[in-house]
């Protein structure tokens, strides 16, 4: 059994907030649809603070999608302070017009507990309102509630109708996660064929999730030949987007000569390389020259009945806030494994040590994602 500690820069597990995309040419636009596709226009060239000039413009004549754009800038911090508050209150402002991103938006910031108390149930009501109008990615995060028992009886079928029907419309962790299902036979007919036919439709579009899950499958051997050598190339596809299961998955088969020579010297630089990617936020990830907080004591969490029965492996993210006394508080589950692993993992984590951060010499309290892997020896 292993564990790392994973930061999705976003991390966007399962299902980031995005703010709808559009082109413009027209300079100094006066209608809010303009002036929505200008800052658009800026947006996509990560001039964040020229973008939210003219989503404002646009905002103060009521466009709801200009309005959703501004609250996606305060929920990721672009242009402006991060402010999960502010950001639900421009989420609010569209989704009172019925703009469905806006109500999937208001939706994870619930689900995430971003600036609200984290409410399951009024996500899933918000997802809902948005699935009602065809937004996949609120299909998507219907499935993943029900997936994980998240507000709602777990109930894998129910997780695979919805992924099935935001799959089928192209959305890539949908594909991803209906792919986990057929593999492990969650709600659905377990096949290896099925897995790899939606792992390969997300890996298409490059997701490095399912480039790796396709390696696991060649490894293993499950549904296709077993070759550790594409599994291999199928990690090192998914470890060149920073990918850090894959990268602990190529340092694994280094470490135990799967498909390559023994080499721990080469197994160690993969392990590092992951840990180095891992969901502790980074120098320059955190304003004001914060460092990060530093795991000293990390015992591994225990496996549960229920999961060691089925050979269940797999693996959760926690977000948490590391304080100034070295101990984690406020944890909350960030990506569900299900089968009580969660809730090991959880214990676990109540027990680790850390070396808090610090703002030029200063504990502060600093908050991190935190990947816990289980895996059976």
Not at 286 to 308: L, Q, T
Request: charged share 20%; glycine share 10%; net charge negative.
């Amino acid at each position: 059994m292993t564990n790392s500690y994973y930061f999705k820069g976003i991390c966007f597990v399962l299902l980031c907030i995005e703010a709808v995309a559009q082109n413009v040419s027209t300079p100094q636009p006066t209608t809010p649809g303009a002036q929505v596709r200008l800052g658009n226009d800026y947006l996509a060239q990560k001039d964040y603070s020229s973008a939210l000039i003219w989503f404002r413009k646009a905002a103060e004549r009521n466009d709801p999608i200009a309005e959703n754009n501004i609250g996606w800038l305060y929920e990721n911090g672009f242009g402006v302070a991060k402010d999960y508050v502010e950001a639900m209150n421009w989420f609010r402002k569209a989704a009172n017009q019925g703009y469905a991103e806006a109500q999937n938006n208001i939706g994870w910031l619930l689900q995430n507990g971003w600036g609200v108390t984290q409410d399951y149930g009024d996500a899933m009501s918000w997802y809902r309102k948005a699935a009602e109008q065809g937004n996949v990615r609120a299909s998507t995060n219907i499935g993943f509630l029900y997936n994980n028992g998240l507000g709602v009886t777990q109930d894998y079928s129910e997780a695979a109708t919805w992924y099935q029907t935001a799959a089928e419309h192209g959305n890539v962790k949908a594909q991803v996660y209906l792919g986990r299902l057929h593999q492990n036979g969650w709600g659905v007919e377990q096949s290896y064929a099925q897995a790899l036919a939606w792992y390969s439709r997300a890996s298409d579009k490059g997701d490095g999730e399912a480039q790796n899950a396709i390696g696991y499958l060649y490894q293993q051997g499950w549904g296709v030949t077993q070759d550790y050598a594409k599994a291999m190339a199928w990690y090192r596809k998914a470890a060149d987007q920073n990918n850090t299961q894959a990268e602990r998955n190529i340092g694994s088969l280094y470490e135990k000569g799967l498909g390559v020579p023994q080499d721990h010297s080469e197994a160690d630089a993969w392990y590092k390389k992951a840990a180095d990617h891992s969901g502790i936020l980074s120098m320059s990830d955190v304003p004001g020259g914060i460092r990060p907080p530093r795991v000293i004591y990390s015992p591994d969490p225990a496996y549960s009945e229920e999961a060691s029965k089925a050979k269940f492996e797999g693996t959760c993210v926690l977000w948490l806030i590391v304080g100034v006394d070295g101990n984690a508080h406020d944890i909350k589950v960030a990506r569900s494994l299900g089968k009580g692993l969660d809730e090991k993992a959880i214990d676990a984590i109540k027990t680790w040590k850390f070396e808090p951060g610090t703002k030029n010499g200063v504990p502060v309290a600093t908050q991190i994602n935190i990947e816990v892997t289980f895996h059976l020896k």
